[in-house]
């Protein structure tokens, strides 16, 4: 558990629990999932022992559970807010050890950029004076959002104009924006692995089999797709909700809820653009697939095209060949010592034109697809 007494003019922390709040600043308390679940009895005596109310035992189960989707809800004292963040990690969770980190990674399908991606929730409880964030076992946001606090209440980073968070709410946006650019730094590898096999689906002299990390990369892309939609409906409704909010003096007044909600709408574009970029992969993947099929059928076409070209030469060479053939005693040239050249020279001449038409007709060339 890191606790953190946050000023405007620094940063301390500590790593227990204060008896009452200080004058000015506020708190943050970070602990880890199953952390919170031994220490919740500590934590909800010190909310109320700082002025605040205790978490309803709803949201305590909510923020335990390590399964569960994006969401915000809303008390009179506090604000809950779940945001499953989409990251670089290796990290999973047991489901019977919540917040324990498994020695071993739980197997997933898809390109190795996909599998790298945690997707365990991070839960926040907003107190006027108050933030208490429960994060999964070996977080690395947690770490550095911490490292990055301490070094924006230096000297030298007040001087270049860079503040800290003026109340727990702003804290909390800034996390979840550095969660949702957490994938923003993911995409690029992504796309390039996509990219890749689309060339090798429409290579045509590839025989791509790789069919299994594809379904499994569409099939993650969904599972995206959905963990995205589900943050965008809960910084709406928290947008919504903050929408209600008067100003005071935990707020920062009218400016300071001002900025509150330009800060809350700059996550919501960000994780806009992380569903359409989620969305864009997925479309791809499916339209190299189609593609891929369809330069097949124009192969295949291609082939059966050659064939049937082929076919139609020696149709009138077989027939030549099947008159000579019969068994009557009077056929003409049959037994002159010149008709075999005639014939010959028949099926040869006859070969050549149809193959010199059906050339021209483009039915003996490749498609430029190919």
């Not at 390590?66 to 809303?74: E, G, I, K, T, V």
């Not at 950029?113 to 946001?141: E, K």
């Not at 569903?275 to 059928?297: G, P, Y």
């Not at 295949?300 to 027939?319: C, G, K, Q």
Request: hydrophobic content about 40%; overall charge neutral.
């Amino acid at each position: 558990m890191r606790i953190f007494h946050i000023q405007s003019t620094g940063v301390s922390e500590s790593d227990a629990l204060p008896e009452r709040l200080a004058d000015k600043g506020y708190l943050w308390i970070a602990c880890g999932r199953r952390e919170f679940e031994l220490e919740q009895t500590r934590i909800q005596t010190t909310l109320q022992s700082l002025g605040a109310s205790a978490l309803v035992d709803l949201h305590v189960a909510d923020l335990l559970n390590n399964q569960l989707p994006s969401h915000y809800d809303y008390t009179s004292q506090y604000d809950v807010l779940v945001f499953r963040r989409l990251a670089a990690g290796h990290s999973e969770t047991d489901l019977t050890q919540p917040g324990a980190v498994l020695t071993q990674s739980l197997k997933r399908g898809g390109p190795p950029v996909l599998r790298r991606i945690d997707t365990s929730p991070v839960g926040f409880a907003v107190f006027d004076r108050v933030l208490i964030t429960v994060h999964p076992a070996g977080c690395l946001v947690l770490d550095q959002y911490a490292t990055r606090l301490k070094s924006s209440a230096t000297a030298a980073s007040r001087a270049a104009g860079v503040h800290l968070p003026p109340n727990p709410a702003d804290l909390m946006l800034r996390i979840v924006n550095q969660m949702v650019d957490g994938y923003l730094e993911l995409r690029r590898e992504l796309t390039r692995q996509l990219d890749h096999w689309q060339a090798e689906l429409l290579h045509p002299k590839t025989r791509f089999s790789n069919w299994g990390s594809l379904l499994d990369a569409r099939i993650s892309l969904h599972q995206l797709d959905e963990i995205c939609e589900d943050q965008r409906s809960a910084i709406q409704d928290w947008i919504e909700a903050l929408a209600t909010w008067e100003p005071n003096e935990h707020n920062g007044g009218h400016r300071g809820l001002e900025l509150l909600k330009v800060r809350s709408r700059d996550v919501l574009e960000h994780i806009e653009r992380v569903v359409h970029h989620v969305r864009r992969l997925e479309q791809n993947a499916e339209t190299a697939v189609q593609m891929h099929f369809s330069a097949q059928s124009n192969r295949t076409n291609d082939i059966m095209r050659t064939l049937t070209a082929l076919t139609a030469i020696f149709l009138p060479l077989n027939l030549i060949a099947g008159i000579f053939g019969m068994n009557f005693e009077f056929i003409p040239l049959i037994h002159q010592q010149t008709g075999f050249w005639w014939a010959m020279g028949s099926m040869a001449l006859i070969a050549a034109v149809l193959g010199v038409l059906f050339w021209r007709k483009r039915y003996l060339v490749r498609s430029s697809s190919r």
